[in-house]
C-alpha cells in the first residue's frame, strides 16, 4: 500500500470516528439532557410543570382530574419532544458537513470551523424551539386547562398561564443553554484530541515515510 493510500485511510479513520462522536454526543444531548433531564425528568417530584400546576390548583381549592391532567401533559411533551428531536438532528448534519471540508494540511481547522458554526446554529435553532414551546404551552396546555379543572376558575387560569409563560418557558431555555455549552465543550475538547492524534501519527509514523 503506498503512502497516499495509508494517508487516505488513517483521514476516513477519524473521519468515521468524529462524525460517530458527534452523534453520540447529539443523540446524548436530545435523550439524556433535553428529554430525560428537562421535558421527562426522572423523579415526578422534579417535574416543575406538574407540581406546580398541582400546587396552584390547591391553591384555589379545585380538585383536577389526574387522568385528563396527564393526558392534556403527555401530549403536550410527546409533541415537544418530537419537535426538539427534528431540530437538534441537524446538529449531527452540520458536524458531519464541517468533516468533509477536513484541510490535511490545516487539520485543527476543522475545530475553530466547527466552533465558529455551533455558535451559529444554537443560536438559529434557539429561535426555533422558543417557537415550538411558546406554541405547544399555549397550545396544548393553557387552551386546555377546562378539561382538567371543571370550574373555570379566573384566578387559576390567570396564575397557571403567567407561571406557564413567565417562569416555565424561561427556565427550559435557559436550563436547555447549559446543556448544549456543555455537550459543545465536550464534542470540540474530544474533536480536538481526536486530530491531535492524527497529527501526530501522520508525523511520527513510519508507515508515512
Given at each position: 500500500?503506498?503512502?497516499?493510500?495509508?494517508?487516505?485511510?488513517?483521514?476516513?479513520?477519524?473521519?468515521?470516528?468524529?462524525?460517530?462522536?458527534?452523534?453520540?454526543?447529539?443523540?446524548s444531548l436530545i435523550?439524556?439532557?433535553?428529554?430525560?433531564?428537562?421535558?421527562?425528568?426522572?423523579?415526578?417530584?422534579?417535574?416543575?410543570?406538574?407540581?406546580?400546576?398541582?400546587?396552584?390548583?390547591?391553591?384555589?381549592?379545585?380538585v383536577i382530574n389526574s387522568d385528563k391532567f396527564n393526558e392534556v401533559l403527555t401530549e403536550y411533551k410527546n409533541?415537544?419532544?418530537?419537535?426538539?428531536?427534528?431540530?437538534?438532528?441537524?446538529?449531527?448534519?452540520?458536524?458531519?458537513?464541517?468533516?468533509?471540508?477536513?484541510?490535511?494540511?490545516?487539520?485543527?481547522?476543522?475545530?475553530?470551523?466547527?466552533?465558529?458554526?455551533?455558535?451559529?446554529?444554537n443560536k438559529e435553532s434557539k429561535k426555533e424551539y422558543k417557537e415550538v414551546l411558546i406554541k405547544l404551552v399555549k397550545?396544548?396546555?393553557?387552551?386546555?386547562?377546562?378539561?382538567?379543572?371543571?370550574?373555570?376558575?379566573?384566578s387559576f387560569n390567570k396564575e397557571v398561564t403567567k407561571f406557564l409563560q413567565n417562569f416555565y418557558i424561561k427556565q427550559i431555555l435557559e436550563t436547555i443553554d447549559m446543556k448544549i455549552l456543555v455537550k459543545d465543550t465536550i464534542l470540540l475538547n474530544s474533536l480536538k484530541e481526536q486530530i491531535e492524534r492524527f497529527v501526530f501519527t501522520k508525523e511520527n509514523s513510519h508507515l508515512f515515510d
Amino acid at each position: 500500500m503506498v503512502k497516499a493510500d495509508i494517508l487516505k485511510q488513517h483521514k476516513e479513520i477519524l473521519m468515521t470516528a468524529g462524525v460517530e462522536l458527534a452523534t453520540n454526543n447529539t443523540n446524548s444531548l436530545i435523550e439524556d439532557d433535553i428529554i430525560n433531564g428537562v421535558i421527562e425528568p426522572p423523579l415526578e417530584a422534579m417535574d416543575v410543570i406538574k407540581q406546580r400546576i398541582l400546587n396552584i390548583a390547591k391553591d384555589n381549592k379545585l380538585v383536577i382530574n389526574s387522568d385528563k391532567f396527564n393526558e392534556v401533559l403527555t401530549e403536550y411533551k410527546n409533541e415537544l419532544k418530537q419537535e426538539f428531536i427534528n431540530i437538534f438532528k441537524k446538529r449531527i448534519t452540520l458536524i458531519a458537513d464541517n468533516f468533509s471540508k477536513f484541510d490535511d494540511n490545516k487539520p485543527l481547522d476543522l475545530v475553530k470551523n466547527l466552533k465558529k458554526e455551533l455558535v451559529k446554529f444554537n443560536k438559529e435553532s434557539k429561535k426555533e424551539y422558543k417557537e415550538v414551546l411558546i406554541k405547544l404551552v399555549k397550545e396544548k396546555i393553557i387552551n386546555n386547562l377546562d378539561l382538567f379543572v371543571s370550574d373555570n376558575n379566573i384566578s387559576f387560569n390567570k396564575e397557571v398561564t403567567k407561571f406557564l409563560q413567565n417562569f416555565y418557558i424561561k427556565q427550559i431555555l435557559e436550563t436547555i443553554d447549559m446543556k448544549i455549552l456543555v455537550k459543545d465543550t465536550i464534542l470540540l475538547n474530544s474533536l480536538k484530541e481526536q486530530i491531535e492524534r492524527f497529527v501526530f501519527t501522520k508525523e511520527n509514523s513510519h508507515l508515512f515515510d
